[in-house]
């Protein structure tokens, strides 16, 4: 049966080539020892672009013993080999967030679409508690072919957002506040049940994830058979 | 000892005189035969302001035995009696929803305030999703002393609401909704955890105690010793 | 400040006419006699496509009462009218689905999608506990541009598919199994933690969402500016 | 569009201006360098009353830096700036608790409504396994316009309470506990749950908002149209 | 290895006759037949005391079909057989509750006490809500040996009780209230997070069980060794 | 691909046939005539062995339709075509009981062992708070090769069997109980923490999970290459 | 209103002198300066009886200080003052608990059954996995007036003590276990489950309330009027 | 009775030396000098096989003091004594996992089933997302007689597996993950909704009992009477 299944494998790999989409490195569950020798394998495939997330400082230096030039953004606690993204393709993806506290998730949703190849933009300091500013951007968010929507809290902005642009919505909940936010199932539960059509959610925290489906959502549109 | 007890009683008998506030029988957990007793009891103390809440239709007809002429709403499960409410006192209570499932439990807030002495008035059609039917509201809730939003789902209207006045903003959980929305557990997170500082919540469809306190805090301010 | 507000509700109309989105009635908070009214409203706007969506046999024949040549799917509780969807433009929408009890809320997702403009096609009897009925359908997975998997139980599907493809995945938990499957609790946080990028959640049982956000992911790309 | 965006903006301003409601910075989702350069900007704007809540001692050296004379309340992690608080008018708002453990949180409530502008006072080792010591404070509960009640484990002070006083009793549950206390939910929900109407919740630990919302009940009567 | 087990169960048996507690037979997870089968067999046992608990009227009927003398009580879902309960020995068992929705459970406790040979009494609309109810029984409370606690919702009723006397209260949380009572989880948690020491709980609406361990701990002292 | 795919379900068709296991037809999810459509297909193929669980009274009238001679075990919800179990292999199966509420599912684990090709005993009226009736049976007990045990409740039984025997032990927690039982969680969590090694769970009520496991576990040992 | 209730303070104080309780100072939510002034006031009532549960080994330094010859327990982090225990009255208090990790919370249970008047025992290293080792404690547990039953993970204990004994039985969770046992929850539904009737259930580690319980079911029997 | 009870302890000990399964002790709970105490005591017993499971850094040097040639590996925090393990009896026992996060877990399962005496093989790096992976092991998972699948994040991986062998699947869930995982709730819930029969679940991270299992399974089968 092998044969058949490296088949299988192949075509996957073949896949990765063609997309261009990076090898993603999760750190948060390895030793800095372990990040360190993956960081030294994928040294010999310059031709692989990869991404380490959920890096600490000390995951951080592992990787940079072995890929001095990687982009590390100790923000998002996210690395990138090679440092230059690829050159967009694809439409805008928009990344939203209301403050400073979403901000590290934010970052790392934003980089990752960028490193796939999408021409990516952070915008910060919406709320739905000061309207306003959400109305204010209005014409911007309704360039973008894909929205990154990362709340806390309430985690009432994606719903707003829906209703007032016509792309795909990816709402990010995120681990701040306290108490009854429940290290992010309250803004959870608020986007599974937005009112606006057009909001699908990913896991509490998921920068990765959301950027991932963000540049998946922009991307060049394949030609079909 | 029961001097003394008896002394507390009679002050809280005459606090209720003396404001006005109604007795409240929740028939939800009574047999309508109970009801029924209670009504024909009722009806010997015309004195006293009295609402049945979450009333059935057999509940109903077994109140309106013996007080005919109590003012029902079937909607909100509502009988009131004395039918007329009193002139009113205080400030306006504005009662917010987005659509036609949380009517029932709009209607007992807007019921209940009005029978505790205060202008009430609702306003419906209003939800995140459409954010221009909030925002053309906006100076008409400004004139409120208090406002209850009742929402399902994303429960995301309070927090907006709150971010456009300063009135207190009475979060009244709905459990409309399916899935993820727990019978308004949703909802009632997304109050807790509004981003706007102003929101307090009451429980899921408690239609009556979100009426009840809105009366409270637009009461006519009492004089201070 | 009406005439500003005004404004912002005019685009909003706008932007639905453009896009020949449809407007979507949710019948499960409605009574028949509700659903009566609104859609002899509906009748008299013919430019405006129109889905019921969650209707029971109740609602359905309130429907058909004042449009009696809607297009109604009974097994997804769904109408549509006028009931011709229209041409389809954009990329392939698939809606996979394990089996038999998926099937309702699968239908809503894949007539939804129709009804928004695209080509919309439907596979069954694909589980994870049978890979070789999965992998018998990757090629056609690989020309969609966006895949549904509707999964109770254990919802495992989304990850296996979200491996296979590029495509963005929409999971789409339901509400079948019984104990610990939690009334589609326990295939949401599958799909939520589900190992491969490109997956996102919507509300359980929400097949109009699912339906929704696949038809505006491989809506035909819009002119950048 | 931006022209009426603006306008809303400036009503907001406007208001805030109007009312002295101060603005509050929320510390803790913040690194102290962050806060440090926001403490830098609000040294050039001594108009505003400026509020930075769940400080820790390195957030409080931050702010200190720039505005070296703001009032520090180390117990209840709150700064103030300007350090005096305005004239008091409204009416009285207290806040009760039962012990030691829940006075940090009353106390930032305490201090919330005082800097907010309202005569506010602190009622301490009041709690429902010694009803004698609630019923002595029963007649000062009376002169209140507003009573916030912090509680944490069973949360049943809130219910007793709101049994005595016709003023709106804001419940604020705290973390305090531990077992079944489940970080402040059991009391959260006791207080949803009050059998006493004129009780509302505030999410778990939140000082501030109880606070913020006792000084809005309590805000002297607006002058009406 | 039997002979030794006999031994033990021969212990058990001894011990029910000697101690005089009933057999219970649970009726919920029954069928009539069931029931009736069961219902049969007891006829033939004059010499043990047995109850019949959570019976519908179908059970009912099953259980007087063999046993026509038996005590019914509707209200409380018992029968019991022979009729006429034990001659009270041992401590008062007192019976607390709040209001009409918790009499069901609280007659359940009242009865299953008596016909464990104690001597039960009910007292009815007692509430935090008013307090003054509560402190007109203190001298009777005082004269309990158990006393079972029987409330829905907020379940602050134990608290204060156990404040107020010295013999064991035993929390009977109900699944009387709505929204965040969760059937009862609100007022259970609310027990075990009891602020005055001397608060049990047993399961939600368990009023059995409750009536059970309260006529054991009313129980007459056992000889010493 | 197909090639190598087919070759996959050959081998899966093929394992079927060799072990004997049969096809099982889960109902709960099914209308009566989608059922009845799958048993007139069952009867062209009497080479193999199938079970329909989770079937009501309407499903088992259209599976009798097209199998007039399927065994029919109305407890548990159960029919096997052809009706005589294979000739049984390999080890036996125990599965143990408290009590009639649990006899259905208990009931469809049996079968579905016996079905499975072992020979299969049910053990009815051991409960932990009658220890020797546990003990009495310890001998049969440790004659078995898998024992599973069905519980409700405080699912403590599992625990103590396990501690008492060298086979595995299945727990299979029952949603029989009410109030704090959650329909099953509660038995499910004890024996998730089981004291004794040799647990593990099935899902609630998953009778025919627990008896295709015990099955496998007892199988004759297959030839080791 | 004063009179009467310190009426109400007088009668609790006379009751705690009157029945020796000692009063208890909970120091895990107090800082070791706020626990040191405590000790201070305390060493000033040598008529009352002190107890000081959860104090670390600063909060016991604290004590020490003010109290140097206060008895203390570091592994039940408790200490009394006066540090010899009355002479014992009332019936025998068994504290029974399965293992090493239970041990700090059996010993708080323990010493407080203790200090407030009753011969306490402790049996250790029993468990429901090794039912011989409960079996051979059965005759001392039957000379038990109250039996607090610790255990963590799956709580089973309770139910089997209770079918050996006719004294309430007092389940005492533990938050000792992991992943599933979720800090305690699984043995406290466990026990809220338990089939045997005849036990409650105290909070999650809560060794003084279920000690200060034995104590009180364990008294000397009152007079009665 | 203790006679008998005895007899009852000497059959366990008998069962436990006659099938060669090791005492384990639970390090977790234990302080390093409580582990120092057992270890000089199994030092004394070299007859009985020994494992310490969940140890510390700490606790292995306690062990090793007394045991200083015990196995030790330091991944899985286990210790073994005698080192080396019992010649391998009964079936293969394989255990997978997806990554490397899962490898303490499924370490400590594979080395407890191979204390236990059985050939036992770890496989990792097979994961949903790469399906191509896990179907290049189906010929080895078919040669196990029990296999233990370690899985966090979606807990996926048990159901593909089941679908493809025909040994029981013992799903072992993780606590890897984050957010929505729950700590390892989401791969349990995956787990116990496995679509495929043939899985059981043990508790979260409970390699030891997963390993223990796998051995119980894949143990020689005794003789039958």
Redesign the interface.
């Known amino acids: 049966?092998?044969?058949?299944?490296?088949?299988?494998?192949d075509l996957?790999l073949e896949?990765t080539a063609r997309?261009g989409?990076p090898e993603?490195i999760?750190c948060?569950?390895?030793t800095p020892e372990?990040v360190r020798r993956i960081a030294a394998a994928v040294a010999e495939r310059p031709d692989v672009r990869t991404l380490f997330t959920r890096a600490t400082a000390e995951h951080a230096a592992a990787v940079l013993e072995s890929l001095p030039d990687a982009h590390h953004d100790p923000d998002a606690g996210l690395l990138a080999w090679p440092p230059e993204p690829p050159p967009p393709t694809g439409?805008?993806v928009l990344v939203l967030t209301?403050?400073?506290?979403d901000l590290p998730v934010a970052r790392e949703a934003l980089l990752t679409a960028r490193y796939l190849g999408r021409q990516s933009e952070l915008i910060t300091d919406v709320?739905?508690?000061?309207?306003?500013?959400v109305?204010?951007k209005?014409?911007r968010m309704r360039?973008a072919?894909a929205i990154v929507v990362a709340a806390g809290?309430?985690?009432?902005l994606p719903?707003?957002v829906?209703?007032?642009v016509?792309?795909?919505v990816?709402g990010l909940?995120t681990?701040?506040?306290?108490?009854?936010?429940?290290?992010?199932?309250?803004?959870?539960?608020?986007?599974?049940?937005?009112?606006?059509?057009?909001?699908?959610?990913?896991?509490?925290?998921?920068g990765?994830?959301a950027g991932?489906?963000a540049a998946?959502?922009a991307?060049p549109?394949?030609e079909?058979?």
Do not use: W
């Open positions: 049966m092998t044969d058949d299944l490296y088949g299988i494998a996957d896949r997309r989409y993603a999760y948060a569950g390895k372990q439409g805008l209301a403050g400073t506290s709320g739905v508690a000061g309207l306003h500013r109305l204010a209005v014409e360039q072919r809290m309430d985690g009432a719903s707003v829906a209703g007032l016509s792309a795909p990816i909940p681990s701040v506040g306290y108490g009854a936010a429940f290290g992010g199932i309250a803004p959870l539960l608020t986007m599974l049940n937005a009112c606006a059509p057009g909001v699908s959610v990913v896991n509490i925290d998921n990765y994830g991932h489906l998946q959502i991307a549109v394949p079909q058979p």
